[in-house]
């Protein structure tokens, strides 16, 4: 590869100085439309990080969103929505065929609807506040209207789940017993307020441990899912409660409605109760302050991290990146990870006849990490690091759980997490399996991750990079090395060496695909990138014996597998192969991404590149990764057809241009918009170490205007044009020779 470097001036303009080669940002930031929609599948996202909605115009006029939280798991392990609001106008602001529009601006995080002409508009302004808890609805009218604001549950009584909806409670489809769904229930009305909620009154938690064999946990654990409590609160100044489910708002030309949100497990309904009346007593900033605030949060996110295309036929790539980025962050700050199958979006689907409520997902509520984990790797070179924090929470909290099972199932000190898993630890009950056939405790009935322990090792990595963007070093002791022992360790406990003292990793799995394999390439590239990375940590920031015993496992690491055909030399999925592939995917080009140990500018780029042109499951759907492999070796043909098609993908069902899906999982897939954004980052910039690499994978006729974040707190943005490098800022300013500038192609 040809390296040309740039000598050029240390400028930084503002976002708005770039516009040489701006796309239209409208178009790229904000999504309008000129006509109601059918249903929820017309729907619009919002949310605030914890907190999302879906929302849409019926044809008649009435304003209807799901609401929906990170923390709202049922006793079945679904995560569900916490209902439904509809807002009806009086009179009617569609009659007499007015003007209607629509719009989404995601660089404010407000939808706002506007009935009518300029003369005689109606406008509802809807946002999830960023920095509370609560949904603001803000009508303004020319005319006087009355405002009906109506809580809606499709949870009504108890019922058992049909048999096309069973997969969203995955983990118990095979149990043989009846998945109930328990009601909703709406307050009293007697504050002036409407409330509604869900209660787990039963949980799985205790039946996981003992299908599980880890009945002995339940002293020791916490159930994280009975008495679980969600729902919320509609209140205006001027409203009155109609009934238990309706507020109304008098004939006026403004009305404000505040819904407020709040999860808890509490210990009585009436503890919940009094928690969500604090919360609303507490918000107490005027509509225009909390707007004011929550514009802020939501221009400084924008302003963090951009890339602008301007070239033949890519607004779709512009608009699916930008759009993609923001789903994300309406998800990102809740109190558990985002869910790759639908994240907060889920809405009424129609499957082979069959009507799906929006509590469906496929797949359920376990988490998969090999899905997972697709979201988080474009957040740190777009600054959102901030994002990160849920996923590695959630597995230092199941660590002592995690370290229990490996005592019990296997006698030796360690952690492992299996490839899927509820977020308290446990395996799905369906997986562990309820068939065993005398299987013995601790080996799985399915056999796609009977031996798949490796997402751990991703895990880890991704915490070194997020320690390497933030440089937190407080973060090292809180997260990577209380999870780094545990994890290492249980590899060299509970696998053998071979003659030559190198670990011999077996029985074991290549991802799901190669189920009876010895030395899968994932496994040992993990391990090997995991262990290089924390020996390039400082030495002030690790302890002596920490270094000692890194330096005796990294030596014990068997060299990458390799295979040779036609006489050349290609990376293997394992040293040896004992039965044939069972799913789609290339587990030998985990080497390129994520373990990052062949690349450009790295030791085997060609024969890394032979096998990525001979690899057997080509892709660029859901959560296949070709285009970011592509990308990180240089390819840049392949990982620009790659992504164009990528975000050409938009389901057919979903008016919204940035639901993708559903592919291997659900509707909007975050596998797919997740591994878009790698692959573009990627493609523009690449870091290794602290060594920066601008255009690797970059097309010489894609004019570009960027900012993205690399390791050592730093921000690269620049502008190019025609083949010229105009502008380029790095700061700290001291980083600008840890860069070099390639030559797009």
Not at 27 to 55: F, I, Q, R
Not at 573 to 595: D, G, Q, S, T
Not at 687 to 710: E, R
Request: hydrophobic share 40%; proline share 6%.
């Amino acid at each position: 590869m040809n390296i040309k470097v740039y000598l050029i001036p240390l400028v930084l303009l503002p976002l708005l100085a770039w516009s040489a080669v701006e796309p239209d940002l409208e178009e790229v930031y904000t999504v309008a439309w000129d006509s109601p929609s059918e249903g929820s599948a017309g729907s619009m996202p919002l949310g605030n990080g914890a907190y999302g909605l879906n929302l849409w115009v019926e044809p008649g006029g009435d304003i209807c969103f799901y609401i929906s939280g990170s923390g709202a798991w049922s006793g079945n392990a679904r995560l569900l929505k916490l209902g439904r609001v509809r807002i009806t106008l009086e009179p009617g602001p569609m009659e007499g065929n007015v003007p209607f529009r629509q719009v989404l601006d995601t660089r404010t995080g407000i939808a706002s609807i506007v009935f009518g002409g300029e003369d005689n508009a109606t406008r509802v302004e809807i946002w999830v506040d960023a920095n509370f808890p609560a949904v603001r609805v803000q009508m303004r009218s020319a005319i006087p209207r009355r405002m009906r604001a109506r809580a809606e549950t499709w949870r009504t009584e108890p019922r058992e789940l049909r048999p096309e909806e069973r997969d969203s409670a995955y983990g118990l489809v095979d149990s043989g017993k009846p998945i109930l769904v328990e009601p909703d229930v709406y307050g009293d009305g007697a504050s002036g307020a409407i409330v509604l909620y869900h209660r787990n009154e039963h949980s799985i938690w205790g039946e996981t441990l003992r299908h599980q064999g880890m009945e002995g946990w339940r002293t020791e654990g916490h159930d994280p899912l009975l008495h679980r409590t969600f729902g919320m609160r509609l209140s205006g100044e001027g409203f009155l409660c109609e009934d238990a489910r309706t507020l109304v708002g008098a004939e006026a030309q403004s009305h404000l409605l505040n819904i407020h949100l709040h999860t808890e497990q509490a210990e009585t309904p009436a503890a919940w109760r009094d928690a969500l009346e604090d919360l609303a007593r507490k918000d107490t900033r005027s509509y225009d302050q909390a707007l004011r605030e929550h514009s802020a949060w939501w221009n400084a996110f924008q302003e963090r991290s951009w890339i602008h295309i301007e070239g033949n036929d890519v607004a779709h790539i512009n608009r699916g990146y930008a759009l993609q980025r923001y789903i994300t962050a309406c998800a990102g700050r809740g109190e558990f990870p985002i869910k790759f199958n639908g994240s907060l979006f889920t809405v009424d689907a129609e499957e082979k006849g069959r009507h799906l409520d929006a509590d469906y997902r496929r797949w359920g509520g376990p988490y998969w990490f090999q899905n997972t984990r697709l979201v988080y790797w474009p957040m740190p070179a777009a600054g959102d690091t901030g994002m990160m924090l849920p996923l590695f929470k959630m597995y230092r909290e199941m660590l002592p759980f995690a370290e229990a099972r490996t005592q019990t199932y296997f006698n030796h000190k360690g952690a492992f997490f299996p490839e899927t898993l509820y977020f308290w630890g446990a395996y799905a009950n369906d997986n562990y399996g309820y068939a065993r056939n005398e299987l013995p405790v601790g080996v799985t009935e399915n056999r796609y991750i009977r031996y798949y322990y490796d997402g751990a090792l991703e895990l880890i990595l991704l915490m070194l990079a997020y320690h390497a963007y933030t440089e937190e070093d407080a973060f090292l002791n809180e997260y990577v090395f209380s999870l780094t022992e545990p994890v290492l360790r249980f590899y060299f406990e509970h696998y053998g060496k071979d003659e030559q003292g190198k670990l011999r990793v077996y029985p074991s799995q290549a991802l799901e695909t190669y189920q009876d394999a010895v030395n899968p390439l994932p496994v040992v590239a993990g391990l090997q990138s995991v262990l290089e990375g924390l020996l390039a940590l400082p030495e002030s920031l690790t302890a002596t014996e920490q270094r000692l015993q890194w330096e005796q496992w990294l030596q014990a690491v068997p060299a990458l597998p390799t295979r040779e055909e036609k006489g050349q030399a290609l990376l293997a999925a394992a040293e040896k192969l004992l039965e044939k592939p069972a799913n789609v995917e290339n587990p030998e080009l985990y080497a390129v991404f994520p373990y990052r140990l062949h690349g450009i500018n790295k030791p085997g780029l060609e024969m890394a590149r032979r096998t990525f042109e001979l690899r057997r499951v080509k892709g660029n759907r859901g959560w296949s990764q070709d285009e970011t492999q592509a990308a990180l070796l240089g390819l840049t043909e392949k990982a620009r057809r790659g992504l164009d098609d990528r975000l050409r993908r938009k389901h057919e069902g979903s008016r919204f241009p940035a639901f993708w899906g559903p592919n291997y999982d659900w509707v909007p897939d975050q596998d797919h918009g997740g591994n878009a954004m790698t692959a573009l980052q990627t493609m523009l910039l690449q870091a290794d170490g602290n060594q920066f690499y601008l255009f690797p994978a970059w097309p010489k006729d894609w004019n570009v205007s960027f900012k993205l974040h690399a390791p050592g707190n730093t921000t690269v943005q620049g502008l190019y044009r025609d083949g010229n490098l105009l502008e380029l800022s790095v700061e700290p300013e001291a980083h600008l020779d840890q860069l070099t500038v390639l030559t797009p192609q």
